[in-house]
């Protein structure tokens, strides 16, 4: 399976109202392939619009919701945290599902 993002295409300010001329490119070169889907990086409701807007443009495709990661990981002070904020991704992962199941 073949995975495109949009991390790896263009972000999100740029595609709303923009062009699609590049991840039309990227799914017509894996149009071959057994199996095509989209994953979709959501860290804020800007990239689920985006996500929407995807998954509305290419409905034989399977959409895949991913919470993002912030990168670098890093505190309020500005330095590098060692580990992960795992109650924060919990809790972007809920506002993500509650989100999508509203839209239902």
Known sequence: MYTIGKKFVFSASHIIGGD????DACLIAAA???RRALKL???????YVYARS???RYPELTSY??????SPLKNPG???LETV???DLMSHLR???AKAVEDR
């Open 78 to 80: 500005g330095s590098l």
């Open 41 to 47: 990086v959501i860290f804020d409701d800007a990239d």
């Open 54 to 56: 995807v998954a509305s």
């Open 32 to 34: 071959a392939k057994p």
């Open 85 to 87: 904020d795992i109650a």
């Open 65 to 70: 919701l991913r919470v993002g990661n912030p």
């Open 95 to 97: 506002w993500l599902v």
């Open 20 to 23: 699609w001329t590049a991840l």
